[in-house]
């Protein structure tokens, strides 16, 4: 009996052993590198055709997370409001303007490529996981957005801004050693769909640039970014964001009877996505912002959400 005893014992301190160990690699080992994601050979031609569509994209897909604290510039800021972030510690959004200690500084074109196709940075580290990737957006919406960063737009020119280092929770680093990947690059590429196939376009808002299924569904951290319409609960909303100072849950975002957007009229909903206004609502709190489309990109993106509700 005492002989068992011991033998369980020493069962119980080698498995306790062992967790500390890995406690301790997961927090001190460095993070893992992708040195073998290949960086593509890039040079983004700065037209003034991109430029504006560069300005649209980088509104809204990057401006609510970048923008400095009371700036208009991109300056990155304590990333504080989001839920992702306080499971992930004290994260740091990245100075992306011009300035010459910015964290883009010295990105290549192709550099940039790669970040926002697969997550992963200059430094060959992937990014913090709050950093979305944009794998099924078209090639020339990626190059618009890295003309945009080297255009002379007041958003990004030169402006300092001195952040801590991250101070990632426990886990962030276990996530990233153990679960979190680049995304893969995709074998091809498709073109922005013309706004003309309006549910085509709306889907393309929808799941390639903006995003919108990746709040909008029942859970942030299950979206599927290489098949967004695979994400459990797609569309259907669900996900409770805690907010500094309030919890918010995500709307349902298809128009179909039971959500408020079923009874809204197509131009309730091109208000409320262009301007933040709702038909018996407050106006939109964070992190949902009004986005700048058109009313008529906007109507696409009604029809994609009606063709989901109705499948
Ligand atoms: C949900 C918030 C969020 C959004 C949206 C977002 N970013 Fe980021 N971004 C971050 C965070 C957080 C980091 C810091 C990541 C790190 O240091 O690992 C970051 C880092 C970066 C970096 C610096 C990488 C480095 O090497 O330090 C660049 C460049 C960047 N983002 C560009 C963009 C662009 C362009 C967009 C829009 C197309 C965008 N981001 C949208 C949160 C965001
Ligand atoms: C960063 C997460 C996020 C993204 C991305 C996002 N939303 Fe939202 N959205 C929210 C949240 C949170 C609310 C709830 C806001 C509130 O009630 O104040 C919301 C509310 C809405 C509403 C109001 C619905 C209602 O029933 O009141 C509409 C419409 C909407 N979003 C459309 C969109 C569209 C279209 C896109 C993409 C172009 C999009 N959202 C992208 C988080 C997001």
Request: hydrophobic share 40%; charged share 15%.
């Amino acid at each position: 009996m005492k002989k068992i005893l011991r033998i369980l014992g020493l069962a119980v301190l080698a498995v306790l052993l062992a967790l500390a160990l890995l406690a301790t690699y997961i927090y001190f080992s460095p993070a893992p590198t992708y040195a073998e994601v290949a960086v593509p050979e890039l040079t983004v031609e700065v037209t003034p055709a991109r430029v504006l569509q560069g300005r649209v994209l980088v509104q809204n897909n990057c401006y609510s997370c970048h923008h400095g604290e009371n700036s208009t510039q991109l300056t990155g800021r304590l990333f504080d409001d989001r839920s992702a972030n306080k499971d992930f510690g004290a994260i740091y959004t990245s100075n992306i303007t011009q300035d010459a200690n910015a964290a883009i500084a010295g990105y290549t074109d192709g550099e940039l490529d790669r970040l926002l196709r697969t997550g992963v940075k200059k430094n060959n580290a992937q990014a913090i996981a709050v950093m979305p990737t944009w794998p099924l957006a078209a090639d020339e919406d990626i190059y618009a957005i890295i003309a945009f960063l080297r255009s002379d737009h007041p958003m990004v020119a030169a402006a300092e801004a001195n952040h801590p280092l991250h101070q990632p929770s426990f886990l962030e680093r276990a996530l990233r050693k153990l679960v979190f990947r680049p995304v893969p690059y995709q074998d091809e590429y498709p073109t922005r769909p013309a706004l003309s196939d309006s549910i085509a376009y709306g889907a393309y808002q929808v799941n390639a640039v903006n995003l919108c299924y990746y709040c909008h569904s029942a859970d942030i951290k299950a979206a599927n970014p290489v098949e967004p319409t695979a994400t459990p609960g797609y569309l259907v909303g669900g996900f409770v964001f805690p907010m500094l100072k309030y919890d918010i849950e995500v709307p349902n975002l298809l128009p179909a009877p039971g959500t408020s957007i079923g009874d809204w009229t197509v131009d309730e909903f091109v208000t409320a996505v262009k301007y933040g206004l709702r038909p018996n609502k407050p106006a939109f709190q964070e992190p949902m912002h009004p986005y700048l489309l058109d009313s008529s990109e906007i109507r696409a993106v009604y029809q994609y959400l009606a063709s989901v509700a109705q499948q």
